[in-house]
């Protein structure tokens, strides 16, 4: 039997910036956030906060906007105790900007995400053997509305912020993949899809935890690094250095045949 018959496979997705581009929606609203917290004096643009981001603990973009926020004052000498930020009222103005005013009726940037990919390729995956889910940092509301109202997923399997720790911990990796096998015969190959350093730092310590299963991190290219081939690459360099087996510039483009060549070509 050949390899790729014989791997049983499962890949995990994340959404942000894999699913959806959310450089007008999440990263607009961490520059928003910023911008008002420092009165209007620093709006990050998005290399700051991709550069932010390669540091690879400032997965969850509450965090990132508090962080550079407090970057900014402290370079202009203050201390963060003397700063007494607001997380809360940080994290109400992002998701008043992400999300709209009201929490129960999105109408904010949300709204308006371009979808990467399409529920007929996830059918694909299905049809070749292959389980699929979502592990993200995105809220479940949040995720859920891009899944279930937007592709018209039926209950997919999904760990998001509310349920685990944040990226780059596996805990979320690895529970989402128990939720796949739900007693069933055990995955040998698991692939995680993300666009962020933090992604494959979470790979890299789901390999140094469970050794029993083969952990695959493949990188895509967030839409808004594309825009010029030195953005390009510089940030594909950023995701194989941090540990991705390969980098795509769109999801789909992992195909069945591509995710088995990538297990056997990994395996060998």
């Known amino acids: 039997m050949t390899q790729e018959t014989s791997t049983k496979a499962a890949v995990v997705f994340d ?33 700051d906060i991709d550069q932010l981001k390669s540091e690879g603990v400032w997965n969850n973009d509450w965090e990132a906007s508090q962080e550079l926020i407090y970057r900014y004052f402290t370079a202009g000498g203050q201390s963060r105790e003397q700063l007494q930020l607001d997380y809360n009222a940080i994290v109400a103005f992002f998701q008043s900007r992400y999300r709209g005013p009201d929490p129960n009726n999105l109408t904010g940037y949300i709204c308006d995400e371009p979808l990467l990919l399409e529920s007929s390729y996830l059918d694909q995956l299905t049809q070749a053997g292959i389980a699929w889910g979502f592990f993200s940092g995105a809220t479940r509301v949040s995720a859920n509305f891009v899944l279930e ?30 939720q796949l096998e739900n007693g069933i015969e055990q995955n040998s190959a ?41 953005q390009s690459e510089a940030y594909t360099e950023t995701l194989l250095r941090a540990g991705a087996a390969m980098v795509l510039a769109n999801v789909q483009q992992l195909t069945p045949i591509q995710i088995h060549k990538l297990i056997s070509r990994v395996c060998a």
């Open 15 to 47: 959404i942000d910036g894999v699913v959806r581009d959310v450089s007008g929606s999440y990263r607009r609203a961490i520059a928003d956030t910023v911008e008002y917290f420092t009165n209007a004096a620093y709006r990050p643009t998005p290399s």
């Open 149 to 178: 109202k937007r592709l018209g997923l039926q209950s997919p399997v999904l760990i998001a912020m509310e349920d685990a720790p944040g990226k780059p911990d596996p805990t979320g990796l690895f529970a989402t993949v128990r």
């Open 190 to 230: 698991i692939v995680y899809v993300g666009d962020t350093v933090a992604d494959m730092y979470t790979v890299e310590k789901a390999r140094s935890l469970d050794s029993a299963r083969t952990w695959i991190g493949v990188g895509v290219l967030p839409p808004h690094v594309q825009e010029t081939p030195t």
